[in-house]
């Protein structure tokens, strides 16, 4: 985490590295499909990346990544699974209106 702390781009590119198969294994996991894995993972790693942009060397240093990461990863799981619970289901295709 020093090099993070030291150099935010080149230290995110080393922890992107280090844990980009932990966070999408666990994406996947979590909501069993490759594609929305894939968009949950990098929304994880954007997010993260903001994040240690308002962080200090400090508070930088005593991070542990993977915890931190997989933190942000279900959190924004969660976060979906709210979102589409309040959306509601499609109707069937015969109740849309027809184009004018």
Known sequence: MAALADDLDTGFAALYRA???AVFSTAL????RWAEAEDLAAEAFLRAYRALCGYGPERIAELRPRAWLLTILTNL???SL???ARRPPPGPLED????P
């Not at 996991?29 to 069993?32: D, E, P, V």
């Open 29 to 32: 996991r979590l909501c069993g």
């Open 19 to 21: 844990y980009r198969g």
């Open 96 to 99: 849309a209106p027809d184009p």
């Open 82 to 84: 709210r979102t589409a």
């Open 77 to 79: 799981w969660r976060n």
